[in-house]
């Protein structure tokens, strides 16, 4: 099997170049609103991953201060654990409902 060189660009595929590969105005606002909207994603999704983590860890502690439970390091690694996979599945389930959701009309879209 034989593979051909290609001379492709990963901005010509993308349709972010025009001919030359020059950046127009509108183009070019389009590439700084989604760096900035991932920017802002990005924040809020640490945010609320943190939340949720602080929200895991009180609720197990809180929890277990009605059981006679010994709160020694095996005690404080498993909560630990339970709190970041709480997180993490809140996490992985905003990012389904995001993918999976109906795009709006006013809503920029990929051509």
């Known amino acids: 099997m034989v593979t051909l ?3 492709a660009r ?3 595929l993308l349709g972010l170049g025009s001919a030359g590969g020059q950046v127009d105005g509108l183009q070019r ?5 989604m760096n900035r909207n991932s920017q802002i994603g990005l924040r809020q ?3 609320r991953a943190c ?3 602080g929200l895991a860890m009180g609720l197990i502690w809180l929890v277990s201060l009605g059981t006679p439970a010994h709160h020694g390091r095996t005690f404080v690694f498993l909560s630990l654990t339970v709190a970041a ?3 993490l599945n ?3 389930l905003r990012h389904l409902r995001r993918v999976y ?3 709006r009309r006013s809503v920029w879209r990929r051509d």
């Open 29 to 33: 606002e389009r590439l700084r609103e």
């Open 45 to 47: 999704g640490l945010i």
């Open 101 to 103: 959701a109906s795009p």
């Open 85 to 87: 996979t709480a997180a």
């Open 10 to 12: 990963p901005s010509g």
């Open 90 to 92: 809140l996490a992985f």
């Open 51 to 53: 939340t949720d983590f």
């Open 5 to 7: 060189p290609t001379q």
